[in-house]
């Protein structure tokens, strides 16, 4: 079957870094995507991967290793607003996202 | 940007009433747009892929004469609720596929809160 795991919830200070990590068992593989949630509100793209290595966007970054299933999103300088989950989601063989349950993260003063 | 926007974005209805969302995509063509649920604290579930100008697929378990779909144009999707039930209260949330390259990305519409009394 398909599978993608992520932690349930994480915390972490603003102002400091936290990384996200998502692994992955799918039937085909088209790129892995990282989106944020905030409650009550649809998906954002944050970060796309299909090669392995890292994508660095501002203050986040998204690392791929497909021979090991693993990605992680990593985010530096935390702020208050980035509390939200984060959800690892694949595109299979059929182009269709499999979606982890998504990581809540919350972040302290 | 790619733009999806969905509407309503809240509605309260009630028991036995049908409800119907709309799912655009603004400023692109979208030959496939799709439907999902979210549960709380739960992770997306797919409903259905809808194709432009073709019957959509229903993934297992989802009542495709419960849950009306249509895609007519290449940048309208429409999800009706029929005979809505308070288990049927739930947050949909509709994508729509750009084919750019390499990159097979699904931009999302801002979803719509259903609440069934």
Known sequence: GQNIDQPTEMTATEGAIVQINCTYQTSGFNGLFWYQQHAGEAPTFLSYNVLDGLEEKGRFSSFLSRSKGYSYLLLKELQMKDSASYLCAVMDSNYQLIWGAGTKLIIKP | GAVVSQ?????????????????????????????????????????????????????????????????????????????????DSSFYICSARRLAGDLNEQFFGPGTRLTVL
């Open chain 2, 7 to 87: 509407h309503p974005s809240r509605v309260i209805c009630k028991s036995g009433t049908s409800v119907k969302i709309e799912c655009r995509s603004l400023d692109f063509q979208a030959t496939t747009m799709f439907w999902y649920r979210q549960f709380p604290k739960k992770s997306l579930m797919l409903m259905a892929t809808s194709n432009e100008g073709s019957k959509a697929t229903y993934e297992q378990g989802v009542e495709k004469d419960k849950f009306l779909i249509n895609h007519a144009s290449l940048t309208l999707s429409t999800l009706t609720v029929t005979s809505a039930h308070p288990e």
